[in-house]
């Protein structure tokens, strides 16, 4: 079973930088190693529904980007290892949520893997 485990996030002031790292490890079921899940960053503020910020697919390795986030945030994938980060530039106050990494394994129609979510704080 495939688990995911964020790091990065923190208290930052408007302006700042922040990245965020998210690590798969387990074992793979859908008959394809991780490597080949499509990995997504979402983040949820209090009292709304969980949103896509920026996504990124094996198969085809253009960027998704949310408009609030497209020119300031960046997902990468590293070449060796199963590590996703997104490097978020020019934090606004309005980024303030929960960020999770996700995974969409082979053969889902969904995200269907989830970390346990990193806060991200930006003060104004």
């Known amino acids: 079973q495939v688990q995911l485990v964020e790091s990065g996030g923190g208290l930052v002031q408007a302006g700042d930088s922040l990245r965020l790292s998210c690590t798969a490890s387990?074992?793979?079921?859908?008959?394809?190693?991780?490597?080949?899940?499509?990995m997504a960053w979402f983040r949820q503020e209090p009292g709304n529904d969980r949103v896509i910020v920026a996504s990124?697919?094996?198969?085809?390795?253009?960027?998704y980007y949310a408009d609030s986030v497209q020119g300031r945030f960046t997902i990468s994938r590293e070449k060796v290892g199963n590590t996703v980060h997104l490097q978020m530039n020019s934090l606004k106050p309005e980024d303030t949520a929960v960020y999770y990494c996700?995974?969409?394994?082979?053969?889902?129609?969904?995200?269907?893997?989830w970390g346990q979510g990193t806060q991200v704080t930006v003060s104004s």
């Open positions: 990124l697919r094996w198969s085809n390795g253009d960027p």
């Open positions: 996700a995974a969409q394994s082979v053969g889902s129609s969904r995200y269907n893997i």
């Open positions: 387990g074992r793979a079921t859908s008959g394809r190693p991780i490597s080949y899940y499509a």
